[in-house]
């Protein structure tokens, strides 16, 4: 693509046919066309690329990531529930490009649930969308509060009245009062996100409505971390604060 060999710099149109192995008319007809739209300059014989063009240059790129990076993923993405996740998540899903998938293992069916609650002990903030009720990641992610991790926390109705019946919202009302806890509710989720500091895991419900704990997207960079934190956010400012 012309227009992102020339991203990356200006080019004549001999470094043109190089990069690109297209021949010198058919390069010519491409960047007259370009010329048309604003999208390419040229300066004696280098061809270079508008403020436009710089920016179509950069939605190419960020195009090819995201398909890159949906491919690679393709086995956790195509057998889930999607519909809770806004498109625009996905049109940045580039950000998950150095993801892992842990999955179960004939020899540690566990393998997914081990791998989280070991990335749980060295976060100091999680985020966390709730949307099952479960005793082992609820004591877990206690664990860390009383360690003195900030905890985030958005269920649904539905988990908030097993909270009740298991009394594990009196034990929520006792660790605010020493630690550095919040609780929203969420009328509807159908995925389970934490995002720390360190890292961020997601798992996705199958198109029948049941949790899938076999397998886990986990991402430990940067850019992943601030996918889910924006996911969080979006979340969040669907959800109701609830005063424990």
């Given amino acids: 693509c012309v227009v992102v060999d020339l991203y990356f710099g200006k080019k004549n149109l001999s470094q043109l046919r190089e990069d690109l192995g297209k021949s010198s008319a058919s390069l010519l007809h ?6 048309s739209k604003n999208l390419v300059l040229k300066s004696e014989r280098n061809y270079y690329l508008s403020s436009k063009g710089y920016l179509f240059a950069l939605n190419v790129i960020k195009l090819f990531q995201n398909w890159n990076s949906f491919t690679m993923l393709e086995s956790f993405w195509i057998k889930h529930d999607l519909s809770m996740i806004p498109i625009e998540f996905f049109q940045s899903s580039y950000l998950l490009i150095d993801s892992e998938i842990v999955k179960s293992e004939e020899i540690d069916f566990a393998k997914p649930l081990k791998v989280y609650l070991d990335l749980l002990q060295d976060s100091k903030i999680l985020n966390v969308i709730f949307p099952i009720f479960s005793d ?18 958005i269920t649904t ?11 594990f919202m009196k034990r929520l009302f ?15 989720l159908n995925f389970f996100m934490t995002c720390s500091e360190n890292f961020m895991s ?24 601030i996918w889910g934190k924006y996911l969080f956010d979006y979340i969040l400012n669907k959800s109701v604060k609830i005063i424990l």
């Fill in 30 to 35: 491409v960047l007259s066309e370009l010329a």
């Fill in 174 to 188: 006792e660790l605010s009062q020493d630690y550095d806890v919040t609780l929203w509710r969420c009328d509807d």
């Fill in 202 to 225: 997601l798992n996705l419900f199958f198109m029948d409505n049941h949790y899938d704990d076999s397998v886990m997207l986990l991402n430990k960079e940067e850019e992943g971390i």
């Fill in 136 to 153: 082992i990641h609820l004591n877990a992610l206690f664990k860390e509060v009383e360690k003195g991790s900030k905890l985030n926390l």
């Fill in 157 to 167: 109705p539905f988990v908030l009245e097993s909270f009740r019946q298991k009394g």
